[in-house]
C-alpha cells in the first residue's frame, strides 16, 4: 500500500540537477565560461595577454565541457537514482577522469607557458574538480530556493483547479435530473466524486498523460450535463503518445476556462476543440474555444489558474517550456508545449 502523505508535509527537493534540461545545460555552459573568463583576467597583465589566456585555456576547457556534458546527459538516469553526496562524488571523480584523459590526449597543446613537467596534469584535474563542485554548489542553492516556490505552486494548483461555482452548479445539475432520469444522475455523482478526490490527493510533480484526459473527460461530462447540446467537444488525440508524463491538473483547469469564459456566455453555445500530440521531443498541448466578440468574461479569477499553470512548468521544465495565448475577435487558444517525458524527473 503506498505511503500516505498530507498535502502540508515538506517534499524534499531533488537537489541534483537534470543534466537532460536545456536551461540546465545552459547555465552550466555560461556557468563555467564565466569562471574562465574571472581566472584569466586575474591572471592577465594586458588585453594581449588576457586573450593569450583565454586561447590556452579553451583549449582544453571546451572539449572539456562538451564531452562531460555528454556523459552527464547519458548519465542522468544512473545519477537520480543515487543518493546526493554519493551522485556528487561519482560526478566529480568522471570529470577528473575526462579532464585527465584529454590532457593526456592532447600532449603539448594544451600546455601554457607556465606549465612545468607532469604538475599540469595535476592543476587541469584539481581545477576541473573545483569547477564542477562549484557547479554543484550552484544548482543546489538553487534547488533550495526553488523548493518554497514549488511547495507553494503545489498547494496553490490545489486551490486554483476546480471552482466553487462548479461545485454548485455540478449540484443543482443533478438535482434537477434526479427524479426523471436516477441513473444519469448517479453516474453524475460518481463522476463528481472521482473529480474531487483526483483534485484533493498529493499533487505529484508529473502524472500520466492517461489520467489527465479521463479526469478532463469526467469533468466536461459533468459540465454538459448542466449545458446540454451547447456544449461540443472535439478531441484530436491520434498522435497522443501513450506513455507521455505531464504534470497534474494542466488540462482540466484549461477545458474549465474554455467553458467558463467561452461556451456559456455565448447563447448557441460552441465546440472545444482540445489537440494533444508528440513532434520529435516535444508534447502539444493545445485548448481552443469560440469566445464572445463583444461579451465581456465573467471575471479575471481564471487568471489565477492560469498563472498556476505556467509557473509550474517554468518549475518543472524551465526554458523548456512554452505558454502561448492567441486571441481574436471570436476564438480564444492556449497552446502548451513541454518536453516528452516518460520518465520521472
Do not use: C
Not at 534540461?21 to 586575474?42: E, H, K, P, Q, S
Not at 546527459?73 to 568522471?94: D, E, R
Not at 460518481?190 to 489527465?212: G, I, N, Q, Y
Not at 456544449?231 to 476556462?257: F, G, R, S, Y
Amino acid at each position: 500500500m503506498p505511503e500516505s502523505r498530507s498535502i502540508n508535509q515538506i517534499i524534499t527537493p531533488t537537489l541534483l540537477p537534470n543534466f537532460r534540461n536545456l536551461g540546465t545545460v545552459l547555465r552550466a555552459i555560461l556557468l563555467v565560461n564565466a569562471i574562465a573568463l574571472f581566472v584569466a583576467l586575474t591572471q592577465a597583465d594586458t588585453f594581449s595577454d588576457l586573450l593569450q589566456q583565454l586561447l590556452y585555456g579553451s583549449a582544453l576547457l571546451q572539449p572539456v565541457l562538451l564531452t562531460s556534458l555528454l556523459l552527464l546527459y547519458a548519465l542522468a538516469p544512473l545519477f537520480a537514482k543515487l543518493p546526493y553526496w554519493q551522485a556528487t562524488a561519482v560526478i566529480v571523480v568522471l570529470i577528473a577522469l575526462v579532464t585527465f584523459g584529454l590532457d593526456v590526449m592532447g600532449g603539448e597543446l594544451f600546455a601554457s607557458l607556465s606549465d612545468v613537467g607532469s604538475f599540469r596534469y595535476i592543476r587541469h584535474v584539481l581545477e576541473s574538480a573545483i569547477v564542477i563542485l562549484l557547479l554543484l554548489s550552484y544548482f543546489r542553492w538553487r534547488a533550495l530556493a526553488l523548493s518554497p516556490a514549488r511547495q507553494a505552486a503545489r498547494l496553490q494548483a490545489l486551490q486554483a483547479r476546480i471552482r466553487p461555482h462548479f461545485l454548485f452548479n455540478s449540484i443543482n445539475a443533478v438535482l434537477a435530473i434526479v427524479r426523471a432520469d436516477p441513473k444519469r444522475a448517479e453516474t453524475a455523482l460518481e463522476d463528481m466524486s472521482d473529480l474531487f478526490r483526483m483534485a484533493m490527493s498529493e499533487p505529484h510533480e508529473l502524472v500520466e498523460l492517461s489520467k489527465e484526459i479521463a479526469l478532463a473527460r469526467q469533468y466536461l461530462a459533468l459540465e454538459q450535463l448542466r449545458l446540454g447540446e451547447r456544449l461540443q467537444v472535439q478531441w484530436n488525440t491520434d498522435k497522443m503518445p501513450p506513455d507521455a508524463l505531464i504534470p497534474p491538473l494542466v488540462l482540466q483547469p484549461l477545458l474549465e476556462n474554455a467553458v467558463y469564459h467561452g461556451i456559456e456566455p455565448l447563447t448557441d453555445g460552441g465546440v472545444i476543440e482540445v489537440r494533444i500530440y508528440r513532434e520529435d521531443k516535444e508534447l502539444h498541448l493545445q485548448v481552443g474555444n469560440p469566445v464572445s466578440p463583444t461579451g465581456k468574461p465573467h471575471d479575471a479569477g481564471h487568471k489565477m489558474a492560469l498563472s498556476n499553470i505556467r509557473e509550474r512548468l517554468s518549475l518543472l521544465f524551465d526554458v523548456e517550456a512554452d505558454y502561448q495565448v492567441e486571441r481574436d475577435a471570436g476564438y480564444y487558444s492556449v497552446h502548451i508545449l513541454i518536453p516528452y517525458v516518460t520518465e520521472t524527473l
